[in-house]
């Protein structure tokens, strides 16, 4: 190569906003497809409703992730892989585990019940990245988000077909158990494990894992986060129910959720300005592979 040629780092995303497209494309197609299956009755639309109830909000928050990435050398079928993983690994796992640390729910097992969906969603990283270079806070924060949001379309979709049998097949049971867990998704499962796969990858090596005091840190924090998602809205729904009836146990539900969300997203933000900080402009030619 010529002595005088000038390497060119990646370029930096551009912000393209086609996030929202993602959102509102779902958003139209979900409720035309709910007004047919109203209108025909026909039940085949079902499992289609709940599809697209379930995977539009968490489809369009990897979007908008993924789109604001920092050269970043991720490309988007990787980050498919991330979600699809995510949710399969995530879900078959959690499956498997609960029944055997979790035998009864009440405000102790929430904890295990985090420390166990936790693991399971970062599953579906460490099978993308254990022959890609994962030394980069920037890549660990984006395919985190994607696996905890394939984990949480998957979960929400499980959900509704619970909801369903349980309420003897309504259908406004299930599409408000739909639209709240959509809407709720950000909040929750992405940004805890971008979070724990942020970490992960900025204290790793190009081609070696490495699980310190920082990454097992940060696993607690985000499981003990999942934890009181579960358990801090009942404590406060109880104590509001006893004053304000009905109202107060959907207020308590509201306040608990939104307390930990933000916090969530605080402490995600934080971790994105620091990738942002720490991303390495990498050649094109640069490896990105593990023997």
Same mark, same amino acid.
């Given at each position: 190569?010529?002595?005088?040629?000038?390497?060119?780092?990646?370029?930096?995303?551009?912000?393209?906003? !086609?996030?929202? #497209?993602? &959102? /509102?494309?779902?958003?139209?197609?979900?409720?035309? *497809?709910?007004?047919?299956?109203? *209108? /025909?009755? +026909?039940? +085949?639309?079902?499992?289609?409703?709940?599809?697209?109830?379930?995977?539009?909000?968490?489809?369009?928050?990897?979007?908008?992730?993924?789109?604001?990435?920092?050269?970043?050398?991720?490309?988007?079928? /990787?980050? %498919?892989?991330?979600?699809?993983?995510?949710?399969?690994?995530?879900?078959?796992?959690?499956?498997?585990? %609960?029944?055997?640390?979790?035998?009864?729910?009440?405000?102790?097992?929430?904890?295990?019940?985090? *420390?166990?969906?936790?693991?399971?969603?970062?599953?579906?990283?460490?099978?993308?990245?254990?022959?890609?270079?994962?030394?980069?806070?920037? !890549?660990? $924060?984006?395919?985190?988000? =994607?696996?905890?949001?394939?984990?949480?379309?998957?979960?929400?979709?499980?959900?509704?077909?619970?909801?369903? &049998? =349980?309420?003897?097949?309504?259908?406004?049971?299930?599409?408000?158990?739909? $639209?709240?867990?959509?809407?709720?998704?950000?909040?929750?499962?992405?940004?805890?494990?971008?979070?724990?796969?942020?970490? &992960?990858?900025?204290? %790793?090596? #190009?081609? !070696?894992?490495?699980?310190?005091?920082?990454?097992?840190? /940060?696993?607690?924090?985000?499981?003990?986060?999942? =934890?009181?998602?579960?358990? *801090?809205?009942?404590?406060?729904?109880?104590?509001?129910?006893?004053?304000?009836?009905?109202?107060?146990?959907?207020?308590?539900?509201?306040?608990?959720?939104?307390?930990?969300?933000?916090?969530?997203?605080?402490? &995600?933000?934080?971790?994105?300005?620091?990738?942002?900080?720490?991303?390495?402009?990498?050649?094109?030619? =640069?490896? !990105?592979?593990?023997?």
């Amino acid at each position: 190569m010529d002595s005088t040629t000038e390497v060119q780092p990646p370029v930096p995303a551009v912000r393209r906003n !086609d996030w929202l #497209k993602v &959102l /509102t494309t779902a958003a139209v197609f979900y409720v035309l *497809l709910l007004m047919a299956l109203l *209108l /025909t009755k +026909n039940s +085949n639309l079902f499992p289609t409703l709940v599809m697209v109830g379930s995977f539009m909000v968490p489809v369009a928050y990897v979007a908008f992730i993924y789109e604001r990435r920092h050269l970043s050398r991720l490309t988007m079928p /990787t980050v %498919s892989l991330a979600f699809l993983y995510g949710g399969l690994l995530g879900i078959l796992a959690a499956s498997l585990l %609960s029944p055997i640390f979790t035998s009864e729910l009440s405000l102790g097992s929430t904890l295990r019940v985090g *420390l166990i969906e936790e693991f399971a969603k970062i599953l579906g990283v460490l099978v993308i990245a254990r022959h890609k270079r994962h030394d980069s806070e920037m !890549d660990g $924060l984006i395919l985190g988000a =994607a696996s905890g949001m394939g984990f949480a379309a998957m979960e929400s979709s499980g959900y509704a077909f619970t909801a369903l &049998l =349980a309420s003897h097949g309504s259908i406004s049971v299930t599409v408000e158990v739909t $639209l709240l867990r959509g809407l709720l998704s950000p909040l929750g499962h992405g940004t805890w494990t971008a979070i724990l796969a942020s970490v &992960l990858f900025r204290e %790793s090596k #190009k081609c !070696d894992f490495r699980i310190n005091l920082q990454v097992i840190s /940060t696993y607690l924090l985000v499981s003990i986060l999942h =934890a009181m998602w579960n358990g *801090l809205p009942l404590i406060i729904s109880y104590i509001l129910g006893q004053e304000l009836g009905l109202l107060g146990q959907g207020l308590g539900l509201l306040i608990a959720w939104g307390v930990i969300g933000v916090v969530g997203l605080f402490i &995600l933000w934080i971790r994105w300005r620091e990738a942002v900080r720490l991303q390495m402009v990498l050649p094109p030619e =640069a490896e !990105d592979t593990c023997a």
